[in-house]
């Protein structure tokens, strides 16, 4: 749905940046540093990203940053160990994946984005009052097998009593583009989808959200900056001014109305109405999707592998302390 969007700043920006920053009295350790950036997906559910790029914030920090759409878990994470990237935004699931596989420069969780699932139940016809017990025997139009969403999905189904392999003719062979063109074209009773496509569905009369799994699965770090940590030790400093950048768009956010974010982040989103963008992101605010600081917590982590293991995807358990980095969100968030 979204077209593949890459935003450079760099040129004269970089010029006015240093002006800008020598004049502010800032440190000459505040020089631009450029940030490679791949993120997993174009999506209303990152607005702070955007939002970060957009009102200079990370300029401000003294980086120049490329964002790269990579379109996928596996493209996004084999970018960053194959030093296409610096950082990627992705679930935090993909460094246990990474780290269970035996590695000498483990990927390493360092700030936040979000702490829901980001995904909505949608039901093809609207029930007049809608309980869970309502989706037994249906086709149920799943996500990727080993993803987030999907885990996530079957974590808040197994909550409602509902076996997602038993009571439902679940369909998992569809790839990730192509699950809303199959519900649309009539396949399935329930589909599990982001936005905007399920409230533009449910604009159009194609189906009705119904449930948010984002509130069925607790906070959870279901999107996360992270880098190798070759990169992180090499980089601190940058990390640091880069998280801080953030935190600022994760405030800003927090502070502001769906309709001034929607205005903000509406050119990342070329074919999708300012008001639809505003609909969306009314709709995770309301439900605490936007992490309001990076820092990704023990509770989280934990949480994270016991959808996990629900799911049966866990490798191994992994302690908060060997994947994640605190300490640089912990400072900046003072």
Not at 216 to 229: V, W
Not at 246 to 266: P, R
Not at 308 to 323: C, R, S, W
């Amino acid at each position: 749905m979204f077209k593949k969007i890459r935003r450079h700043i760099a040129g004269a920006a970089s010029v006015i940046l240093a002006f800008t920053l020598l004049a502010a009295g800032c440190s000459d350790s505040s020089t631009n540093d450029k940030v490679r950036v791949a993120e997993v997906t174009r999506s209303i559910f990152y607005a702070p990203q955007y939002v970060a790029i957009e009102k200079g914030f990370f300029e401000e920090e003294g980086i120049e940053l490329e964002l790269t759409t990579t379109w996928g878990g596996d493209k996004t994470m084999t970018a960053l160990l194959s030093d296409g990237a610096d950082i990627a935004l992705v679930g935090s699931e993909t460094t246990i994946y990474v780290y269970a596989q035996g590695t000498n420069d483990p990927v390493i969780n360092f700030a936040q984005l979000t702490q829901t699932d980001g995904t909505f139940l949608v039901a093809r016809e609207k029930p007049e009052t809608f309980s869970w017990d309502q989706l037994k025997g249906s086709t149920f139009l799943g996500q990727r097998k080993g993803g987030m969403p999907q885990m996530a999905g079957e974590f808040g189904l197994k909550k409602h009593g509902i076996d997602p392999h038993k009571d439902l003719n679940l369909i998992q062979n569809i790839e990730f583009a192509n699950i809303a063109n199959s519900f649309a074209s009539g396949t399935g009773d329930y589909v599990q989808l982001f936005e905007p496509t399920a409230s533009l569905f449910e604009q159009q009369g194609i189906g009705h959200i119904v449930a948010s799994f984002g509130k069925e699965s607790g906070k959870i770090p279901y999107t996360t900056f992270m880098s190798k940590q070759s990169y992180l030790k090499e980089n601190e400093d940058v990390i640091e001014r880069f998280t801080r950048a953030l935190y600022k768009a994760q405030q800003w956010v927090d502070s502001h109305s769906a309709k001034e974010i929607a205005e903000v982040i509406e050119p990342y989103f070329d074919d999708t109405s300012i008001e639809l963008i505003e609909t969306v992101t009314q709709r995770y605010k309301e439900q605490h999707s936007y992490a309001t600081n990076p820092i990704l917590d023990v509770e989280e982590w934990n949480n994270l592998q016991t959808i996990m293991d629900e799911a049966g995807e866990l490798p191994k358990q992994v302690d908060h302390d060997i994947l994640v980095n605190t300490d640089i969100a912990e400072r900046v968030a003072k």
